[in-house]
């Protein structure tokens, strides 16, 4: 199951991606890089969080499940914009010089300040998933 539906996703007001299969396909890679960085927190097939049960919790489950939908939805656009859905693809669409001969080529590019590290992750989703407590690196005393 999808985190983030096409017809939600439009919902939340985006419109960057109006093709379906484009965006079921940006989802899927959304979805295993978010789940990476989030060690796994929604993930059903891990099963310690439910999004559908924290959409119908309380006041803080609720807005966490919503800003992590958010978080999907953002990290599609980011994919769309750079053309890219992998952190190798990401790196390979960074390219910032060429030289052929005596011929040099130089561009400034964008990428390293808008994507998190090599996470392949969108700065604001990165942004977004640390407010609601999902990017903490603690190691369990259980």
Partial sequence: MAYLTF??????????ITDETTYNQHEAAAET???I?????YNADYAA???VDDLAGNQWQVFRAKQFKRAIAL?????DEVGADTPTGIAN???SSVEIGRTHVQVN????????GKTGLAT?????LSQIGLMSRAVSYR
């Fill in 109 to 116: 590019s964008s990428l390293n300040s808008t994507n998190f």
């Fill in 75 to 79: 990290q599609c656009d980011y994919f």
């Fill in 49 to 51: 969080n439910s999004l």
């Fill in 33 to 35: 890089q978010i789940d």
């Fill in 93 to 95: 669409q960074d390219l």
């Fill in 124 to 128: 604001s989703v990165v942004a977004i």
């Fill in 37 to 41: 960085t989030t060690q796994f927190f």
């Fill in 7 to 16: 017809e939600e996703y439009r919902g939340l007001g985006f419109s960057r």
